[in-house]
């Protein structure tokens, strides 16, 4: 008799926990998990001074562009490595050393990786000193007019 009782009660002390959890559970007011509709980007902190990207003027092309292909690759978010590998991959052993230069800019003198994707994306506008050639080539990459897969970063 007292095992009975024991057994039932210890049942339901598990119970109660799981049955109170599914009823929070679909309690849940869904509106609250919908992605916003804009994107919000807070401005950068002045009382953060973002260092200078040091240019490397007697860097011979061929190390400029191996440095550019390492870093397109380790971005430090996976939307920037996809698409910059993707693109360093496609274009870079054809880019002279202005155009290496350009797009050397563009991904080490922009303090926000965010930024880069939002205007590769068209989502936000690129300022002018960004809005280069380069810029227009990686806008049309990411386009993917020919409907390539890119999960995967390129192999080496």
């Known amino acids: 008799m007292l095992r009975q009782f024991i057994v ?11 049955m109170a959890q599914s009823r929070l559970a679909s309690n849940l ?70 155009q290496t230069a350009e797009y050397d800019q563009l991904i080490n003198g922009v303090s926000n990786d965010w930024d880069i994707f939002y205007w590769a994306t068209d989502t936000k506008p690129t300022p002018p000193q960004f809005d280069t050639e380069i810029m227009r080539l990686l806008k049309e990459h990411v386009k993917n007019h020919e409907k390539v897969q890119r999960i995967r970063q390129p192999d080496l």
């Open 29 to 98: 007011d869904k509106t609250e998990y919908t992605t916003p509709g804009e994107i919000v980007d807070y401005d950068d902190p002045p009382h953060l001074p973002v260092p200078e990207y040091p240019v490397r003027p007697d860097e011979p092309l061929e190390t400029r562009k191996q440095r550019l292909l390492y870093q397109s690759r380790k971005r430090g978010m996976l939307e920037n490595d996809l698409l910059l590998s993707t693109f360093v991959a496609k274009h870079l052993k054809d880019f002279n050393a202005e």
């Open 8 to 18: 039932s009660t210890v049942g339901r002390r598990l119970q109660l926990p799981m």
